[in-house]
């Protein structure tokens, strides 16, 4: 299923360049309803007809046409000739406690552009069809055949191409039969969904649910696509799941076309007195391109800062792979500084005015036995561990 674009495209760069110009659209929120245009008509009774650079705006809605005509017994109006809707987003209180803020703002919401719009200022009702849409808060765009908004929280979307990827080099696009979009929620659900890299077909989902905005929720997270010469085409669908308000995990599965499927899952945690951390496991069988063998990897962080004693921190680190390669064909784990000894650590620190003292376990991971030239590592040459190590510096104070 292709959607038809065709009506759509010659508004697709306004949406986007709207959707850009989103912090400064003037929404007009809590008016009842204010228009401006070149000219107007009004019957002393019920009908009104804008025309020209005409906009409405009414409680965080905006609507640009050439023509405008609107009942106001009835609340329905219609615009014709370069309409643009743009709405702002959900407002929401923000929360505490959490893994991350998910405070949003009212200046984000949906942009889109067509020929023609119905809709009704009563009840925030419409319908479009060859819509172009850009989504501010999911950092999307695309085209749909048929957009309607049966009330002031969903959206509806039929025969839809939507990606993330900038407008002018667009590298992967997800088209669905149909989406729907719940702003109270944070959520949408797509059906009969295909993952094109390119216009190449990589994936078919008959149904999924992912998230609209940035609030924590369990669901399909949007996939990604990118190719190496090493790996090939390498697909990532992250899967998230909002465990609680102060952990959460995300697994995700990358397959690829020069390797067999890995298994990725990261785990964040977040406690009351005793720090934050994350948890990074991976795991690859018979990798296709490394002889069979399986490739594994262990990322931990924690840190730790005392709410009675300033000054005072900890930190601990931990990192395996399952061969020197690992590191340079899949993740460094940010450990980019050091590629060949993997740090295995534990710190208590501690500094004020006149002292600085640090307590460390250290110990490594050593990757490769063999230099760049291919000498053996001597075992003076290696990395020594730290079993422990206490370090004391104190100055005096000036007299």
């Known amino acids: 299923m292709t959607p038809n674009t065709a009506g759509a495209d010659a508004n697709y760069q306004q949406a986007i360049q709207r959707a850009q110009q989103q912090d400064g659209l003037s929404l007009a929120n809590g008016l009842p309803l204010h228009a401006v245009a070149d000219y107007g008509y009004y019957d002393n009774n019920t009908y009104v007809e804008l025309a020209g650079n005409v906009e409405v705006m009414q409680d965080g809605k905006l609507v640009t046409a050439d023509q405008i005509a609107l009942d106001l017994n009835s609340g329905v109006a219609g615009a014709k000739g370069g309409v643009l809707l743009a709405e702002s987003g959900p407002s929401?209180?923000?929360?505490?406690?959490?893994m991350q803020n998910t405070t949003q703002s009212n200046n984000g919401g949906m942009i889109a552009v067509a020929e023609e719009l119905a809709y009704n200022t009563n009840n925030s009702k419409a319908t479009a069809y060859d819509v172009a849409f850009a989504s501010v808060p999911m950092q999307a765009h695309g085209y749909a055949h048929r957009l309607n908004k049966p009330d002031n929280t969903h959206y509806e979307l039929e025969k839809v191409m939507f990606s993330t990827c900038p407008p002018t080099d667009r590298k992967w696009q997800i088209e669905a039969q149909q989406i729907d979009i719940d702003t109270e929620s944070g959520r949408g659900e797509a059906y009969d969904a295909t993952f094109r890299l390119g216009k190449v077909p990589i994936l078919y989902l008959p149904y999924f649910n992912f998230p609209v905005d940035d609030r924590r929720s369990s669901g399909l997270l949007?996939?990604?696509?990118?190719?190496?010469?090493?790996?090939g085409l390498k697909l990532s669908v992250p899967y998230y799941l909002n465990l609680a308000p102060n952990y959460d995990a995300t697994i995700t599965t990358d397959v690829y076309t020069n390797r067999n499927p890995m298994v990725t899952a990261e785990m964040r945690y977040l406690t009351e007195g005793y720090g934050k951390g994350e948890l990074t496991t991976a795991y690859m069988p018979r990798d296709?391109?490394?002889?069979d063998e399986d490739r594994a990897g262990v990322f931990y962080r924690h840190e730790w800062a005392s709410e009675t004693i300033p000054r005072l921190t900890a930190d601990a680190i931990y990192s395996y792979v399952s061969d020197p390669d690992y590191i340079n064909d899949f993740d460094d784990y940010g450990l980019v500084e050091n590629r060949l000894n993997l740090p295995r650590r534990g710190r208590i620190n501690y500094?004020?005015?006149?002292?600085d003292a640090q307590l460390k376990v250290e110990t490594?991971?050593?990757?490769?036995?063999?230099?760049?030239?291919?000498?053996?590592?001597?075992?003076?040459?290696?990395?020594?561990?730290?079993?422990?190590?206490?370090?004391?510096?104190?100055?005096?104070?000036?007299?």
């Open 92 to 98: 929401r209180p923000e929360s505490s406690g959490n």
């Open 222 to 231: 949007t996939p990604t696509a990118r190719i190496d010469s090493e790996s």
């Open 288 to 291: 296709k391109k490394y002889d």
């Open 351 to 355: 500094y004020d005015d006149y002292l």
């Open 364 to 399: 490594f991971q050593t990757l490769k036995a063999t230099d760049a030239n291919g000498n053996v590592v001597a075992d003076k040459d290696k990395p020594y561990s730290r079993l422990p190590q206490l370090t004391v510096d104190y100055r005096l104070p000036k007299m």
